[in-house]
């Protein structure tokens, strides 16, 4: 397969640098747009979905990090390209894959893409590991969790519920653990933890074997297993009420 990649970049002897490396050494991978601003770049993303970014950082009006706060779900590795180390940090704390240096070597950007490239195909294989797994029982009992670092299984057990705020998800373990995913949707697992999960406000998919009481409060407010306090919507209320009275004995 070929590795779709964008090059958000307003330096165009920058961009045509990194497009000659690309074609010339890297036969995998296939330029599928480039934006010379990051709102040009939110739209090229949008539009073509790569799986990897070359972001630059410093741009008119807007920065690469702007550019990723405009992107709600981000399914993509991001590459930050820039000639100022100073952005080394905040650019680790947006989960960046890597971050290279103007002027780029061609081993430096080589080296870069090929790791990209390396670890994609490891997760993808992991992950068809977990679903091979799963499709061989009636109630998968655990998940693969992608995030910066790599990817986490989780037994399902130890999930207490997953929460949304804006471009992120963080899912809330047991003893307290947290494990935040900057690529997924409340909606994805939504769509696949049918059984035990439920989703019972816009931001929180809660499990429900970690339920502990209801208070009715405006709608209502789930206290869970750690003492957390999980918003029930008014509309959620029925298919919350109902799907504990099937996992209640009385």
């Known amino acids: 397969m070929k590795y779709k990649i964008v090059i958000v970049d307003d330096e165009k002897k920058a961009v045509e ?131 910066a670092k790599g990817i986490q299984y989780v037994d399902l057990k130890s999930v207490i519920y997953f929460t949304s705020d804006r471009s992120y998800v963080t899912v809330q373990m047991i003893d307290n653990k947290k494990i935040v995913l900057s690529n997924k949707s409340l909606n994805e697992f939504e769509s696949i933890l049918e059984l035990d999960f439920l989703r019972v406000h816009k931001s929180y998919l809660i499990n429900l074997e970690h339920v502990e009481a209801l208070s009715n409060i405006d709608g209502g407010v789930v206290v869970m297993s750690n003492k957390d306090e999980v918003l029930l919507s008014r509309r959620k209320k029925e298919s919350f009420v109902e799907a504990m009275k099937k996992r209640s004995k009385l």
């Open 17 to 147: 640098a990194i497009k000659i490396i690309i074609e010339e050494f890297l036969v995998n991978c296939e330029i599928v747009g480039v934006a010379y601003s990051a709102l040009d770049g939110v739209k090229l993303i949008n539009k073509t979905s790569p799986d990897l970014v070359l972001l630059d950082i410093e741009m008119p009006i807007n920065s690469g990090f702007d550019m990723l706060d405009l992107i709600k779900e981000k399914t993509f590795e991001t590459i930050f390209v820039t000639a100022y180390n100073q952005y080394a940090i905040k650019a680790i704390k947006f989960s960046a894959f890597d971050y290279l240096l103007k002027p780029i070597s061609i081993e430096s950007l080589k080296e870069s893409i090929n790791k990209f490239i390396e670890e994609k195909e490891k997760r993808t294989h992991e992950r068809y590991q977990i679903l091979e797994s799963a499709l061989n029982e009636e109630r998968p009992s655990k998940i693969a969790l992608s995030h």
